[in-house]
């Protein structure tokens, strides 16, 4: 096959001595080339990354931050997803992690939302300063034409300098050139007056990636990158966005036309993003957006989906079979419930018959056999009591035991917290790709602001209805560490998490509507209450919202899945190991007996000062392993309406459970974790008492 | 002048200055500087100011709209 006539060009272009803004790696000729996809938030990167990388997709979170960043192969380049950026600089976690990976690309693949280029090519001009070599994707050409505008995209590569090639990514269109073009990335034409600026800085830098990035980066007054090299930042940053941003105007003036008027979907976007904005309409469509929530997530998921996976999969496949596994050789009495549905279609218990393994079941063949045969072709409970005699014995509980971490810890993180969590990430995904969550930041950011939030605030707030421990990850995505703390506090205090709200629901069904309504009261004035307070105690202040609303589109599906796929496996990374710790530590208590004597100690206080019986102790405190526990413990008490009220205020104020206080630690550090759990005990039993007086 | 958070709904306007050096380079970046035209969008009841520029749709939180000069322009 003989060559192109661009591909001699690109060639051309390599021989030439301007070797400088060639990154040192691919100038040594590395086999693989790493090649990063940068963009603007929502301008459709994604369907790129999955195109070049396929199903077989690597997620790194970076040290510190949720941001994450996929990782693929695609013939010899190592293809980079980022996070959706502006500008490359360090003004949160998202531009700290793009940064990085961005700064030692090979080749960049800039995709630019061609509906939005004076917003965009801020983004692709700054990374042709940088010398890259790189290429531009101009996705939703179909939008643009549906705006009734176009782009002269011959005159655009022109004036830029490298290619630029017509996409529409979730159709698929455009790909081949894009992939056939892919070696013709080049650098392109910057400012000249800034490169004769950036050449005499870049001699005083250490050996790096790209010279011409790492010295745009010290120009434009970043810190870290300035430090990296030993050196000061220098503050040109205003005087190079401005000059850029007139580049930027003068570059739009000359490509886009105006064709026609803009069709009417265009127009129904618009329409139905000014909705979503203000409260007359916008608080019936969040109303609605959170019924779904609960039907899809709450009902389906948390009610059906989990409470088959927990009983079928969880309580009587994987838990009996590791704990025959240890029984074998631990001394042990095995229970045996038979179960048989009752007219209701719920399993009721029939027959009971206890198996005594005073040598484990190894020992004893003939009896196990026994029991298998009692058990043939029936639905059955098997309820195991360890020997805790010996050490051994110790360990068997707290390993599988009623709280083991293989047992217990297996069955809530796969058959409760999994679809759990994948429920809540797959809705995320879809308010997100549809351009509702920046609009509903908006739409509350008034309400927020009074407990020193801004509307970003709402969405780990949200997720807080889910998983508490999910939402306090979901913190970091604030800008301060103010705010972060309060979003922090009134999620550990005053939200409670779906595997409690199944059983809240539950019990408040027993205590009527009025008590209903008076248990909601106490909560959200408690939740308003924490927050107005720590505002006013905490010093400094929040920062103020300051968000791009991206139009109003149909979410693409294939985006949502992926979506939803990477933030589940990595949460379910970063989580898990503290679920397990969680465990141990609560085994460990039950084993030593610490927690009998935790029990007893609130007997008192739950008995005189709240008015409940004395069993409510014991839920309260198995809240603190997982809430619903709590909630479970109280739903077999026979409670008067008042004292449901009282004990779930109660629990619902009380402790985060042990995840959420494990990564309580790691997230706000030890003084802020532990103030916020004993707060929770004080908070909790003080209210309650004081529901319980007034009542 | 006026501030931003005075701004009718509807009515277009120039950005004369913004005082305070972090929302300025931020907002250049969304593609608004000083001397750029925009749109007021919405304006939610004691909340933030939507602006329209180009075809983005930018929400600024009042404390910010607070610090951003303009000038209205006639139709």
Redesign the interface.
Known sequence: MGKSASEALVEAEKLEPSSSAEPLSSALSSARTKLVLVGNPNVGKSGFFNHFSGLYVDVSNFPGTTVEIAHGHYKNYDVYDTPGIYGVSSFNDEERVARDTILSADVVLNVVDATNLERDLFLTLQLIDMRFRMIVALNMMDALHAAGLEIDTQELERILGVPVVEVVAIKKQGFDELESRLREARPGHSDPALQAELQSLISKLKPTANPTADALMILEGDEVISERHGLEPIDKREAIYVARRNRVNEIVAKVYRQKSAARFSAQFSEKLGRWTLHPITGIPILLFALWLIYQVVGVLVAQRVVGHLEVEYGNRLWEPAVKHLFARVTPVSIEVEVLEKDDNGEYQTVERRTFDFPNGTHADPALLEAMKQFMAEKTVMQNFTFSQETLWGKLVVILAGEFGAITMTVTYLLFLLLPLIVGFYLFLALLEDCGYLPRLATMVDRLLNAMGLNGRAVIPIILGFGCVTMATITTRLLNTSREKTIAASILNFAIPCSAQLAVITALLTKAGGEYTLIFFVIILANLIGIGTVIDKILPGKSSALLIDLPPMRLPRLSNVAKKTWIKTLSFMKEASPWFFAGALLISTMQVTGLLDVWIRLFEPITTNWLGLPADAARSFVMGMVRRDFGAAGLYELALSPKQIVVSLTVITLFVPCIASLMVLLKERGLCEAMTIWFGSWILAFSIGGVVAAVL | MILLTEVKKGSRFKVVRIDE?D?????????L?EGSEAVC??R?????I?IK????????????ANKIWVEPLER
């Open positions: 050096k929302i300025r380079t931020q907002l250049l970046r969304f593609g500087g969008f919405e939610l009841p004691l909340g933030p939507v520029h180009q075809r983005q749709e930018v929400a600024i939180g009042r404390e910010f």
